[in-house]
C-alpha cells in the first residue's frame, strides 16, 4: 500500500508516477492498470511530466502524480479514464493510491494562485504545502469529512437513490458535516433533512478515503426513533425500507456504503 511520508530523495528515472490527463487515470494497455510507469517510461511516452506533487512511497519507491496533455495519448497503447472505471478492477489498495494521487493533483491545480492575495505559489514543506512568497498564506490540501450512515428499522434497512444522479444503486444516505458540527451530529441532522426521519443510538463503524473529488467518508449505523419517510426532491429521489430478501441494486463491497450494508445485515 501506499505509504505517506516525506519523500527526502531527489526525483528520480525510477520513481513511479501516477499520471494522469485532467481528472482521467492513464494506464498502458501493455500491463495490468495496477503497474504503475516508471518516470522514465511516461518520459518515453508522453515527454516532459515534470516532478509532480509526492505522494510518499509504493513498495519503498518514491511516487509522484503527474499531468499529461490528454493530446499526447495513443489510442493504441494508452488507456484512460476516470476513477471509478478503476473501481473494484485493481486492488484496494491501488484504487486508495490513485485517489491520493487524484486530490493530490487538483489541490495543486486549484491552489497555483493565493486564495489570499492572488499570487502565485510554490511548493514547501516537503511538497506538502504550496505557500506564496507575497504574504506568506500557506495552503495544505483539504479534506472534505462527510457522514455516511446505515439506518435500520428493526431487520430493514433504509436505501435511498439521488436525485439526478444516475448510478443505478440504491445506498445509504450521505452528507457534508458542517463547520462547528459533531459528525454524530451531522447524522442526526442529515437523515431528517433528507427523508424526514428522527435516528438513534449513533455508533460508529468505519472510515474511507473517497476522492470524488476529496471526501473522507466516516461510517455509522444509526436506529430508526420516530416519523415517516417524507424525501426532500432536491436530494433524494426515492426511499424506502427493504429487507434481505427484497434488496435492490447496492454499491459494491469495495465502498463503505456497501460495507455498511452487508455489516448490517450480517447481523440481523
Not at 145 to 165: E, F, K, N, S, Y
Request: charged share 20%; with cysteine.
Amino acid at each position: 500500500m501506499l505509504e505517506i511520508k516525506t519523500i527526502v530523495e531527489s526525483p528520480a528515472t525510477d520513481d513511479y508516477v501516477f499520471v494522469f490527463a485532467k481528472d482521467d487515470a492513464v494506464v498502458s494497455l501493455r500491463r495490468p492498470p495496477d503497474q504503475f510507469w516508471h518516470r522514465h517510461e511516461a518520459e518515453q511516452a508522453f515527454g516532459e511530466v515534470g516532478v509532480g506533487a509526492p505522494l510518499g512511497y509504493w513498495g519503498g519507491r518514491p511516487s509522484y502524480v503527474v499531468e499529461v496533455d490528454s493530446q499526447n495519448l495513443n489510442a493504441m497503447e494508452h488507456l484512460s479514464g476516470n476513477l471509478y472505471s478503476l473501481f473494484g478492477r485493481v486492488p484496494d489498495a491501488v484504487f486508495a493510491a490513485y485517489g491520493r494521487a487524484l486530490q493530490m493533483l487538483s489541490w495543486e491545480r486549484d491552489h497555483k494562485f493565493c486564495g489570499r492575495c492572488a499570487a502565485t505559489t510554490n511548493p514547501t514543506d516537503g511538497g506538502k504545502a504550496l505557500a506564496c512568497r507575497a504574504c506568506g498564506h500557506t495552503a495544505y490540501p483539504r479534506l472534505n469529512p462527510c457522514v455516511i450512515v446505515a439506518v435500520g428499522r428493526g431487520d430493514q434497512l433504509l436505501l435511498a437513490t439521488a436525485a439526478g444522479r444516475a448510478t443505478g444503486f440504491h445506498s445509504t444516505l450521505a452528507g457534508f458535516i458542517e463547520p462547528g458540527e459533531s459528525a454524530e451530529q451531522a447524522v442526526v441532522r442529515e437523515v431528517q433533512e433528507e427523508v424526514g426521519i428522527v435516528v438513534a443510538n449513533v455508533s460508529y463503524f468505519t472510515s474511507q478515503p473517497w476522492p470524488f473529488p476529496s471526501q473522507l467518508m466516516l461510517g455509522f449505523f444509526a436506529d430508526y426513533a420516530d416519523g415517516e419517510i417524507a424525501i426532500d426532491p432536491a436530494e433524494i429521489a426515492h426511499a424506502d425500507w427493504y429487507g434481505r430478501d427484497d434488496l435492490p441494486t447496492v454499491p459494491p463491497p469495495q465502498s463503505i456504503a456497501g460495507q455498511l450494508i452487508h455489516q448490517f445485515f450480517a447481523t440481523r
